[in-house]
């Protein structure tokens, strides 16, 4: 599951707890990786930490990934790969977008 989002954005804040639960509870069942842009390295760090998000996290620097996917704006949106394509907009793939990983 991709999640999308920034630590600016007042939505994903307000809906990261939940989040960061159902990562929890379904973690050998869904791999959950996050996926930032717009953002700075230690305010991204300082949401990880405040929101106890364990899944990986990667920075999006150019916001590639994102336009990939056809995200325009920071949601909590989550996108559920399957067979290797997307269940929604866009379909590039993963691997061909290296970041750093954040956490």
């Known amino acids: 599951m991709l999640v999308f ?3 600016w954005c007042t939505r994903c804040a307000q809906r990261q707890d939940a ?3 159902l990562a929890r509870a379904h973690r050998d069942e869904v791999v959950f990786v996050g996926v930032a842009t ?3 390295l230690r305010d991204v760090q300082r949401y990880l930490r405040e929101h106890r998000v364990g899944y990986p996290v990667v920075a999006d620097d150019d916001g590639a990934i994102w336009r990939s ?3 325009r704006e920071p949601r909590p949106w989550c996108w559920w790969p399957r067979a290797g394509r997307c ?3 866009g379909r590039a793939g ?3 977008h290296p970041r750093r ?3």
Do not use: F
């Open 5 to 7: 989002s920034t630590s």
């Open 19 to 21: 989040l960061s639960e």
């Open 38 to 40: 717009e953002d700075k």
């Open 69 to 71: 996917y056809a995200v």
């Open 87 to 89: 269940c929604g907009a």
């Open 94 to 96: 993963w691997t061909r």
């Open 101 to 103: 990983q954040v956490a």
